[in-house]
């Protein structure tokens, strides 16, 4: 019973966090956010700490949309209302990465059958930041 109820309340936390998540869309995750993805992605992640970290959400089955950081946390927070969780994964890019995509730090996939590449991704991110004047 005990444990139930914990679940419960850890859950509840989450999701009344999540109201203060994808307010905006900076690529800069904020602490609410980073609390949220280092909680669901606490058995993967490592080390790693999602804390403003700059972000790049993927989206579409076959990761070729570059989504945005308040469509992410809408979805998370509307599955997570109806029970269920978002299918989503990450790719932590290293600094040559970080570089070349102009300073995104993490890969946030949802939605997505078959994640591309961080390479993939990137040549996306380059290929529609040189078409803004």
Not at 33 to 56: C, H, I, M, P, Q
């Amino acid at each position: 019973m005990t444990t139930v109820f914990m679940l419960l309340v850890t859950l509840a936390a989450k999701a009344q966090q999540l109201d203060s998540c994808g307010l905006d869309d900076t690529p800069t995750l904020n602490h609410q956010e980073a609390t949220y993805l280092n909680f669901f992605f606490k058995d993967t992640r490592g080390s790693f700490n999602f804390l403003n970290k700059s972000a790049v959400f993927i989206t579409g089955s076959s990761g070729h949309t570059i989504g945005t950081k308040s469509a992410y946390f809408r979805d998370v927070s509307s599955w997570m209302a109806d029970g269920n969780s978002i299918v989503t994964s990450y790719a932590i890019l290293n600094v040559d990465q970080v570089n070349q995509s102009g300073g995104y730090e993490v890969i946030l996939f949802y939605w997505v059958k078959v994640s591309p590449s961080p390479k993939a991704v990137i040549r996306k991110i380059n290929a529609r930041t040189s078409l803004v004047p």
